[in-house]
């Protein structure tokens, strides 16, 4: 079966980094992407990586690496608005996009 | 103006009525979704219109059906609903093509309480 494993909840402190992980197993592999979700809100695309490396956004980055089957979303300088549930999602050979169940972060003075 | 908006943004409703969706997007995208939202599990593709004809329907119970009379409307028709139907349901668009990643926006959702 296709899954998206990424951990449930991650706790960090204002100013500093922390790094939210997504493993994936698929049929395929057609780019993958990362979402922020405040509660109470629509999912907001952060980013999209189809190739092997490093995308850069201003405090946000996103890591693949498609041969690990493996991303990274890496929130730089957090701050409390930075509080919300990060999702993962995959896109297959089918271009089926398959969801992780998201990351809740929570963020502390 | 958003990119894509849904009405009502909440309802409550009995296992017996029936109780509309609606979406619209102004995005100019050329295929829309309909996902359930559960608390702590992933998004659940429940529809998906290409080009207004639905191209995927992933085995969702009858008692929900869709209707995308346009490319810039979709609805979601409920219909003797469950209580474990409770759910946030989210709307979404994307441009489909090469290229584009087919990034999905969403719209914030319709929180839905059956009793």
């Known amino acids: 079966g296709q899954n998206i494993d990424q951990p449930t909840e991650m706790t960090a402190t204002e100013g500093a980094i922390v790094q939210i992980n997504c493993t994936y197993q698929t049929s395929g592999f057609n780019g993958l992407f990362w979402y922020q979700q405040h509660a109470g809100e629509a999912p907001t695309f952060l980013s999209y990586?189809?190739l092997d490396g490093l995308e850069e956004k201003g405090r946000f980055s996103s890591f693949l690496s498609r041969s690990k089957g493996y991303s990274y979303l890496l929130l730089k300088e957090l701050q409390m608005k930075d509080s919300a549930s990060y999702l993962c999602a995959v896109r297959d050979s089918n271009y089926q996009l398959i969801w992780g169940a998201g990351t809740k972060l929570i963020i502390k003075p | 103006e958003t990119g894509v908006t849904q009405t009502p943004r909440h309802l409550v409703m009995g296992m017996t009525n029936k109780k509309s969706l609606k979406c619209e997007q102004h995005l100019g995208h050329n295929a829309m979704y309909w996902y359930k939202q559960s608390a702590k599990k992933p998004l659940e593709l429940m529809f998906v219109?290409?080009?207004?004809?639905?191209?995927e329907n992933n085995s969702v119970p009858s008692r929900f059906s869709p209707e995308c009379p346009n490319s810039s409307h979709l609805f979601l028709h409920l219909h003797t609903l469950q209580p474990e139907d409770s759910a946030l349901y989210l709307c979404?668009?994307?441009?489909?093509?090469?290229?584009?990643?087919?990034?999905?926006?969403f719209g914030e959702g319709s929180w839905l309480t059956v009793v």
């Open positions: 979404a668009s994307s441009q489909d093509g090469e290229g584009t990643g087919n990034t999905i926006y």
């Open positions: 219109y290409s080009l207004e004809e639905r191209v």
């Open positions: 990586n189809v």
